[in-house]
């Protein structure tokens, strides 16, 4: 899927909205709760419910090998029930040397199948190699990351002037095209963002830390979308547990889940129009 | 396990040789290779026929995550026939912003229930948090990589003439203790390592890229058990393909492996003692 073809599928769905299946156990309605089965069952909920609606859809893979078998079981279940038509991306943030790398990208863009996946760049060249080979996938790149821990190592000036995150998108930059590279770019930090769009233009991001983690929608999508009508890069904005957790019944979460994406929806159309 | 227990197991064993299940089903004898379970079946053939003579195994996920479900059932059979007496590392190089590394931290710490996962620090502090909050468990954290792209972003200078690898090593230390922290340090750069070892005596090195990926057992013990004799800082030296496949023939492979082991004891033996 090339980046034209991103842009059609979002301008066709009216929407850039991403659901991030992070879903939790102990956050559940009771009956899901109990049931061996689930996080499969309620994201078969979530996904029947705002299929129509939403661009894409983020399974991070820590919440299903917190459970272990059974939760890689929901996993690929929840996988193989994401419609055609929406983009899937899988967000492990891998990474590896060159040969362990190449078993990751068979994992996720051969076996599991998957539209995108997130991996980690800091073991260079050779690490990334393998992902940036399938040109028919998208390597989602971490860019600049929303959580606190950022100003640790990401953050970090180098002797040149430049900070390592700027840096490592600018080389990994180089090793592609933005037609299979896009970047994580944490939406908790609106002044990196809009640099980060000013430096790169052409790329999409894909944009977590939206609701819960504190980033602001409307402060994002006014720095992220500049260009947008040129259709170079865009962004994919992640909204999780505002969605998953919308309502706690067992009755209503499906539907309460539909309403708070028809809100995000409502909020993000203005700046793709 | 404390770092003295860590000792203690490896001067009773003898041995710090750690074996990479690194399995590759094209690489395996004929029959192992056809079949659904082979890679769980190869590899208990290969705990069996070295369990009693090796410290630690080593599971690297992207091996078993390739071949999707199967593999991952292939990945906790392993797991589960590796004997209590092993130190047990599933490399998994996980990262993810605190809430989600939390499940990681659960999901190898508590559900699969290892010793020890190896983590990238490049999400920092509240990425790595979680793991570090099991005391109980071993946090093995991206030190320096052994591949080529180590050059690209680990080894770049900061403003103030560190290095990047040395300053996540120098921060991250501060987060916990060399009780539950060890750095994951490639063999393939002899000066890289003595110079780390200097700088952090008290701290285990998990080392690969011994063998085939071209790092020398000899040279590498040579700097690395500097001070080794204090039971402070030691090394829990990775051997994976030159095991695996030291012969192709199913009635051989694993007494080779065998063989192969032996030989990388000896090769240790003057170092430990």
């Known amino acids: 899927m090339s980046r034209q073809a ?6 066709q769905k009216g929407t850039c909205l991403c659901v991030g299946l992070d879903t939790v156990r102990d956050l559940l309605p009771p009956s899901f709760r109990k049931e061996k089965h689930g996080l499969a069952r309620f994201n078969r909920a979530i996904i029947e419910s705002t299929a129509d609606l939403v661009f894409a859809y983020k399974v991070n893979t ?16 929840t996988l193989s029930c994401i419609p055609q038509d929406c983009f899937l991306i899988v967000d492990g943030k891998r990474s590896d040397v060159g040969h362990s790398a190449e078993k990751y990208a068979e994992a996720y863009f051969s076996t599991f199948a998957v539209d995108g996946l997130t991996v980690s760049p800091f073991l260079g060249r050779d690490g990334l190699e393998p992902f940036l080979a399938r040109k028919d996938k998208w390597t989602i790149i971490l860019g600049a990351s929303s959580n606190p821990g950022f100003e640790d190592f990401q953050a970090l000036k180098l002797e040149d002037g430049n900070t390592l995150f700027e840096e ?57 979308f500049r260009g947008s009508l040129s259709r170079k890069g865009g962004l994919i904005l ?19 889940a539909r309403k708070q994406v028809l809100r995000n929806i409502e909020e993000i159309k203005p700046f793709l129009t």
Chains 1, 2 share one sequence.
């Open 6 to 11: 991103l842009w059609d599928s979002i301008l």
């Open 168 to 224: 490592v998108m600018r080389k990994t930059s180089t090793w592609g095209s933005p037609d299979h590279i896009m970047y994580v770019v944490g939406g908790t930090r609106p002044g990196v963002l809009d640099r980060l769009r000013g430096l790169f233009p052409d790329h999409f991001f894909l944009v977590p830390g939206l609701g819960e983690q504190g980033g602001s929608l409307e402060e994002v999508c006014q720095v992220g």
């Open 62 to 77: 820590a919440f299903y090998e917190a459970e272990g078998m059974a939760g890689l079981e929901a996993m690929e279940e």
């Open 238 to 256: 992640n909204s999780s547990r505002s969605i998953l957790y919308a309502d706690s019944r067992e009755d209503q979460f499906a539907r309460a």
